[in-house]
């Protein structure tokens, strides 16, 4: 069965760090793109950020550039999040997903808030 | 980036009715078209790729269309487990985006 599941999320600070992780397991992690998607308290999806099987391409909504970076190991067959300098509209479920392989992890919780 | 807009932003129906949802694109996306059902606290599931492909395991009743810039999903005959959010993505250019959604609820 295909799986991921993520860890990590919690309560930050404003100004804060969070790191995500997202373990997966019942399908070649290396073949497939690998995405962060957010979705703030009753409202919709936002794709955060995505990078390709072996970590060489990245790509970020322009509202997290500079701010959030994702990595992937493919000897651990795991994908991170390092959030940086969070800010209260940060706020959301964030689920691992890969999109081309149709399969989404059940979502972690951050919440920024002092 | 490419806005997507669903329309209606509700939908009002009966088990046993025909739902069309529909959702436009700010500039063509061509085929690269994808819905999702999302039920509350659970992830979104894909239901459709390429405007018109039905995921694996996805009932006969979900069907999708179009192309371009005007995409319609339609449900034949709604069923008690279909009353949820719909969202289309774009997979033309990034970032990927979605619209806002459409949720159909029970009449």
């Known amino acids: 069965e295909m799986q991921l599941v993520e860890s990590g999320g919690g309560l930050v600070q404003p100004g804060g760090s969070l790191r995500l992780s997202c373990a997966a397991s019942?399908?070649?992690?290396?073949?497939?793109?690998m995405t962060w998607v957010r979705q703030a308290p009753g409202k919709g999806l936002e794709l955060v950020a995505t990078?390709?099987?072996?970590?060489?391409?990245?790509y970020y909504v322009d509202s997290v550039k500079g701010r959030f970076t994702i990595s992937r190991d493919s000897a651990k067959d795991s994908l991170y999040l390092q959030m940086n300098s969070l800010r209260a509209e940060d706020t959301a479920v964030y689920y691992c997903?890969?999109?081309?392989?149709?399969?989404w992890g059940q979502g972690t919780m951050v919440t920024v808030s002092s | 980036e490419i806005v997507l807009t669903q329309s209606p932003a509700t939908l009002s129906l009966s088990p046993g009715e025909r739902a069309t949802l529909s959702c436009r694109a700010s500039?063509?996306?061509?085929?690269?078209l994808v819905w999702y059902q999302q039920k509350p606290g659970q992830a979104p599931r894909l239901l459709i790729y390429?405007?018109?492909n039905r995921a694996t395991g996805i009932p006969a009743r979900f069907s999708g269309s179009g192309s371009g810039t005007d995409f319609t999903l339609t449900i034949s005959s709604l069923e008690p487990e279909d009353f949820a959010v719909y969202y289309c993505?774009?997979?033309?250019?990034?970032?990927?985006?979605f619209g806002g959604g459409t949720k159909v609820e029970i009449k």
């Open positions: 390429d405007t018109s």
């Open positions: 500039q063509s996306v061509s085929k690269s």
């Open positions: 990078t390709n099987g072996d970590g060489g391409e990245k």
């Open positions: 019942g399908f070649t992690f290396s073949n497939c793109w």
């Open positions: 993505q774009q997979r033309s250019n990034w970032p990927f985006t």
């Open positions: 997903a890969s999109l081309g392989c149709n399969v």
